[in-house]
């Protein structure tokens, strides 16, 4: 997966397109994300404990990794990551856009 945790992305298509977040949690097998203010859904909620209180909540929901692309945060641009090698071998990811380490 081209995305990790603790990435800024911006979204591609969809009803959040330009929307920009961070990646809370990845999901590789899935091939989904959990993006921070992106794909909110609201739900219903019963209060469980006595003293709680229900309501309507707002939640985020997986979206596909193919649908986001990681935000540079040195040229503030989407960019598809790419990778390089130290001397040590150390595989590390560049952007393409102006070559900072990501």
């Not at 989904?32 to 859904?41: E, R």
């Not at 040195?74 to 001397?87: G, L, R, V």
């Amino acid at each position: 997966m081209h995305v990790k945790t603790n990435d800024t992305v911006v979204v591609l298509s969809g009803r959040d397109k330009g929307k920009q977040g961070k990646v809370m949690r990845a999901d590789p097998k899935g091939g989904k994300l959990l993006v921070q203010g992106v794909n909110v859904a609201k739900r219903h909620q019963k209060p469980r404990k006595q003293g709680e209180e229900g309501g309507i909540i707002k939640k985020e929901t997986p979206i596909y990794a193919s649908k986001v692309m990681r935000v540079c945060p040195k040229c503030d641009k989407p960019t598809k990551p790419a990778h390089s090698f130290d001397e040590d071998g150390r595989k590390f990811r560049v952007c393409k856009k102006c070559g900072a380490e990501i």
